[in-house]
Structures are given as C-alpha cells and as structure tokens.
C-alpha cells in the first residue's frame, strides 16, 4: 500500500503558475503508474494527467494539454504537476493518485487505486 500527500496549491492569478508536489510512501514507488485529478465544487472528479510507471509516457486531458505538464522522480518517491498559463477553470481541488494495474496502457486507463487528501488551487481572474 501507499500513502500520497499533496502540496503546492494555492491562490494564483489567472496566468501565473504553480507546481503541486505529491510526495509518497513505500520503497516501490516505481512500480505504480501516476495520475492528477481534480474535482470543482459542484462538478465530478476528472482525470487531468497521468504519468507511466518508467515515466517514458505521459497522457494529458485535452483542456490542460499545452499548458500542464506531469512528471516524476522515482528516486524522491514523488510526482509533480507543474501548471501554467492557469485559467479561473483549472480552480478545483488536486489529487495525486497511483494505479497499480497491469493492464496495457494503465496510465490512461486506470483503475487509479490509492488517493492522495487533495490540495486546494484558486485562480483568480
């Protein structure tokens, strides 16, 4: 099992940036495949970015495409989200997740099987 614990949200302008950090526990970090989520008051969880477990691929929902870019370090047991170009939109609360699905491609499919609490990003216009 492991366990996931966000930082980096926070309060930004529209246009600015952010870098959340989702550092986890356990010595088998490498083996899970990585995701960032999001979910908006009053709207339901949506996938964002995923990372493979060698960090080889990566897999972007369309709206952050170009502007969001997921990466890892399997040697800090860590995963980033780094944000740009932020948008009043991308205000939502961030989760970290890891998938430990053999399936080919489970960085784009899932299932996504431990979550992170979640870190609050406001942008504001």
């Known amino acids: 099992q492991v366990q996931l614990v966000e930082s980096g949200g926070g309060l930004v302008q529209a246009g600015g940036s952010l870098r959340l950090s989702c550092a986890t526990s356990?010595?088998?970090?490498?083996?899970?495949?990585m995701g960032w989520f999001r979910q908006a008051p009053g709207k339901e969880r949506e996938f964002v970015a995923s990372i493979s477990r060698s960090a080889v691929s990566t897999y972007y929902a369309d709206s952050v495409k170009g502007r969001f870019t997921i990466s890892r370090d399997n040697a800090k047991n860590t995963v980033y989200l780094q944000m740009n170009t932020l948008k009043p939109e991308d205000t939502a609360v961030y989760y970290c997740?890891?998938?430990?699905?053999?399936?080919?491609?489970?960085?784009?499919?899932?299932?996504?099987?431990?979550w992170g609490q979640g870190t609050q990003v406001t942008v504001s216009s």
């Open positions: 997740a890891a998938s430990q699905t053999s399936r080919p491609l489970g960085w784009k499919t899932g299932p996504y099987d431990y």
């Open positions: 356990g010595r088998t970090f490498s083996s899970y495949h």
